[in-house]
């Protein structure tokens, strides 16, 4: 027998959350195998077999609290019997139901019972419920019998449920003549088509963490932003013209995110106090340069760092990007992968965005804000022409960083993108 362990955490993190169980008792698992995912206030874990057999018993239940290397449940070898679950052993429903009796004092039959008291305690009697589904089919009355399962192993996921509840389901059927006073208090029953209707469902800890950190920021920094335009004709043409070339030497493309990191490094190298910190009373100048990337996944905005970007090259960073993206998508990203960072650039353009004031990502001072590029006629050399435009900006903690460095800085990226040879030639 072995204990399957909750991962050791960092010290930041002081507790999860047990996201999905992949196997069930009496399932055979591999070694390496994933067993379950935990959801902490920043990233998700997989937890995996250590060896071959198979999971015996599960000490905790999805949506349950769990603490670093707390057990949560056995793996043992193959042929052993699977032990029942601890929700499995307190659930009434395991025994008979003979003992449950109706308003007269008769025994109450399955087949005889009010509708509206077997769908009560349906959620309750089905084992196979995580916390966080049987507290939306009570909340919602539905019936889990008549909800559509897509889990690993035939299960009924929160997804499910929340479908169901948005009427992707089947909800509690009609109450019988034996239970009037119900129908009136069934929120689902009583809803008509067309209705407006309403759910509550419980932030993720990842959800949670991003709104403690954004509304710190707000109480703590002095956020300023400014903003400035560019016009991205040198930059796409610079793609258009070396685009094939580029993919065919280092297999990525040629994106605007690497030219935008690479401007925003050589403004960082020219206003240290840009790419710096604030600690208490101190300011803490970094003689290196870590840019966070901001990234949308299904769990949260996530912010992974790209290192020492001053040596990185375009490829590079393009390369690294896209392996971030990827692993976001798949929950894959490490605490490692989002820890530190100096500075941080979002590119709400890609969602279609024509402005916005980004919140700084703390302890960083600033961040810059990409957005939609939009065709608009513009003045250059005393003459209306069209041409690619796109509005930059700067939020930036106005503590430490006054507004001329600020200007000066998202200039510096301006001047830079419209003229994408300043970066290579460094001047």
Avoid: C
């Amino acid at each position: 027998m072995a204990d399957i362990k909750v991962p050791v955490f960092s010290e930041s993190v002081s507790e999860g959350t047990l996201l999905e169980w992949h196997k069930k008792p009496g399932d055979a698992v591999k070694r390496g195998e994933v067993l379950a995912q935990i959801e902490t206030d920043k990233v998700v874990l997989e937890v995996t077999a250590l060896q071959d057999g198979v999971l015996v018993s599960v000490a905790k239940n999805e949506g349950d609290t769990v603490l670093s290397e707390e057990t949560l449940g056995v793996v043992g070898e193959a042929g052993s019997a699977p032990a029942p679950t601890a929700s499995a052993a307190a659930d009434p429903a395991a025994g008979p139901v003979a003992n449950e009796t109706s308003a007269g004092g008769t025994a109450a039959q399955p087949d005889s019972a009010p509708a509206g008291s077997l769908l009560g305690n349906e959620a309750t009697r089905r084992d196979d419920l995580s916390p966080a589904v049987r507290k939306i089919v009570a909340e919602q009355g539905l019936n889990p019998a008549q909800i559509p399962a897509t889990g690993p192993r035939g299960n009924i996921t929160k997804a499910d449920a929340v479908a169901a509840a948005q009427g992707g389901g089947t909800q509690q059927g009609p109450q019988t003549a034996a239970a009037p006073a119900q129908a009136s208090v069934t929120p689902a029953a009583s809803i008509p088509a067309g209705a407006r209707p309403e759910q509550r469902v419980p932030m993720t800890r990842i959800r949670q963490r991003i709104s403690e950190r954004l509304k710190d920021v707000q109480n703590t920094a002095a956020l300023l932003t400014t903003f400035n335009e560019v016009n991205m004709k040198p930059a796409m043409d610079l793609r258009k013209k070396y685009q094939d070339q580029f993919v065919a030497k280092h297999g990525t493309k040629l994106g605007f995110m690497s030219l935008f990191v690479r401007a925003a490094t050589e403004a960082l190298k020219a206003f240290p106090v840009v790419n710096a910190s604030v600690e208490g009373k101190d300011i803490i100048y970094h003689g290196y340069y870590d840019i966070g990337i901001a990234v949308a996944s299904e769990r949260g905005l996530v912010v992974p760092i790209l290192r020492d970007t001053d040596t990185m090259s375009l490829a590079g960073i393009e390369k690294q990007i896209a392996e971030f993206a990827t692993k976001a998508k798949g929950g894959k990203l490490t605490l490692d992968d989002m820890s530190g960072g100096t500075f941080s650039i979002t590119n709400g353009g890609t969602f279609g965005s024509m402005m916005s004031t980004p919140i700084i990502n703390a302890p960083q001072s600033a961040i810059l804000g990409m957005h939609n590029i939009i065709e608009r006629p513009i003045a250059q050399n005393g003459q209306v022409v069209i041409a690619p435009m796109m509005y930059l900006a700067l939020s930036y903690d106005h503590r430490i960083i006054d507004g001329k460095e600020a200007v000066q800085f998202l200039v510096m990226i301006k001047n830079l993108l419209e003229d994408p040879a300043r970066m290579l030639l460094e001047l």
